[in-house]
């Protein structure tokens, strides 16, 4: 069983999603009596939005590095290479995330409900300021909508 987890996350909601529910799931392990904790979150392909870090605030555990979406790193990815390499541009950058993975003790985190978690976002990528109207018989049908005359009998006289 490991002891800590490292949480690989990014800025955007799918992805924060998933890191939540990891979070969760630790918590839920550690109620059956396991001993796990979260090391923290490498933020990946990181736009400098920033909802990641709040992520990792929120639920109290550290971010242990940022790769940044860099076009040389993403083709180095793709082509196998070896990206940090000592000395290299973004060497000094994956040691510095060996030395957070290896020191950062596990911390328990708190995980966020869903509104916590959409609150994270702006209103314009969730759709939350989006008022929906109800469909017409037009916008279903291609029509015009009917009005018929009822085939109900009214009795007003017993």
């Keep these: 069983m490991c002891q800590k987890v490292i949480v690989v996350g990014s800025n955007d909601l799918q992805s924060l999603y998933v890191a939540n529910n990891v979070c969760s799931a630790v918590e839920y392990f550690r109620k059956l009596g396991g001993n796990v904790g979260v090391a923290g979150i490498v933020i990946n392909k990181d736009d400098g939005t920033g909802e990641a870090a709040a992520f990792a605030e929120k639920v109290g555990i550290p971010v242990l590095a940022a ?3 860099h076009e040389d790193i993403r083709r180095k990815s793709a082509s196998y290479e070896i990206i940090g390499k000592p000395g290299g541009q973004w060497g000094t950058l994956f040691e510095e995330l060996a030395t957070n993975v290896a020191v950062a003790p596990p911390m328990r985190p708190t995980p966020l409900g869903q509104d916590a978690l959409l609150g994270l976002f702006s209103s314009a990528s969730t759709g939350r300021d989006v008022v929906l109207d109800p469909a017409t018989e037009f916008d279903m049908c291609g029509r015009v909508e009917l009005t018929k ?8 006289t017993a």
Excluded: G
């Design 149 to 156: 005359p009822s085939l109900e009998i009214v009795y007003e």
């Design 67 to 69: 790769i940044p979406a």
